[in-house]
């Protein structure tokens, strides 16, 4: 039941992280290397040739960061197990220390009133599996069945909340296409669409596996990337052209919500992207597409941007580029709040799932000043636009059951290093130091109202 904040009673509100991008403690406790590991070690690849060996030594000081979680009035936290820190090899030998580094985060969680939000894979996969084939391989969906299995059977008398994998495409296609994320490698289409296929039957076969197995009632979901349209005005030409394009798949190696939600929600690849990709598609039977498309409980999404369309003379979008000195953050993506309200209702109103935004955030250039303070007034500004946003996109009948921002900590991110800051708690890298931002309080503000101190929603159309 929603509040007259807009938001539900029980909604969740909560921060996230990821596994590779925040533990740190890479050769400790039994923990065999991921695929990010090797590819940090490639000259170039990642901004400084930074890695993420340290990181934010989350893996030493996850006490104090959920003490901060606690203070800020958290109560829900999506987090990431790293395959390799349970199963060193991917498969085979379970490693009980780090089972036990999970076991006392959730239990810390627990303690300090905060709901563990489980992502099973974040990017980070065993080397030892990569070396056997990979994604590629015709078994990749038992192993990751298989590592499921493992880390449900350990924390699901603790843990209700599930998501099999995060942003599909980013690993896919950044990974295995393009060359520019881990593993590295530049496959030839028809073998990337395998990689994909293959990630959509390990993430039915996971489902399978947390529905037959968890102790608790469970809810999963999975984690998806959006590139959803905003229309240019609020016209009904332009609403239905921006809904339109946004699950349009017409071109090979799309990165459309349609090819990436459609399988595992509706249980069919998109028609135009079938077409698109031609002979480079894989064979798929009726049995697979079962599979892939088990029944879900929520739909994550992570939104950041958005294109901007308009309908154009012949009825096709136009895409519109965003005005001259459109705010854009340091990560050089533009502001765009409208982009989470359309998000969540193009995709509620086509997949009827509950939405959870799990991750939403902008990073800055962010440092302690002298008063020894760190000062993020446009992260502060970012909040009240996106979440009024968010606000309204439930007013309007969106089931939005949860927000998480991006990210709880500064934080490795991926090949931009240590470059990007995301956090709301500011991170010293040479010693660790966590100081809280002043997003940090605001962002506390909010929760401890349930949005309703949030300024009214204000498109940016023009």
Known sequence: MKT???????????????????????REGGRGPSTWDMFCKKPGAIWRDNSGDVASDHYHRWREDITLMKRLGLDAYRLSIAWSRVMPSGTGHINPKGLGFYDRLVDGLLKAGIKPWVTLFHW??????????????????????????????????????WMTLNEPPCFVFIGHLYGTHAPGDKLPLARALRVQHNTFLSHGRGVQVIRERAKLPPRVGIACVSHSKTPVSLGKADIETARQSTFTTDTPAS??????????ILGRYPEDGIRANGKAMPKVTRDEMALMSQPLDFLGINVYQG?????????????????????????????APDSLYWAARFYYERYRLPIAVTENG??????????GKVHDPQRIDFLDRYLSALRQAARDGADIIGYFHWSLLDNFEWAEGFKERFGLIHVDYPTGKRTPKDSYYHYRKIISGNGKNLPKYRPMYR
């Open 4 to 26: 007259n904040s807009g938001f539900r009673k029980d909604f969740s509100w909560g921060a996230a992280t990821a596994a590779y991008q925040i533990e740190g403690a890479v």
């Open 124 to 161: 980070d996969y065993p080397l030892a599996l990569y070396k056997r084939g990979g994604w590629l391989h015709p078994d990749s969906p038992k192993w990751f069945a298989d590592y499921t299995r493992v880390v449900v059977d350990r924390l699901s008398d603790r843990v209700s909340d």
């Open 255 to 264: 990165w459309s919500d349609a090819w990436w939600m459609d399988p595992v």
């Open 307 to 335: 294109g901007r369309v308009r309908r154009g003379a012949n009825g096709k979008a136009v895409e519109v580029p965003y005005p001259v000195g459109n705010p854009i953050t340091a990560f050089k993506w533009n502001l």
């Open 362 to 371: 902008m990073s800055g250039t962010d440092w302690a000043s002298l008063d």
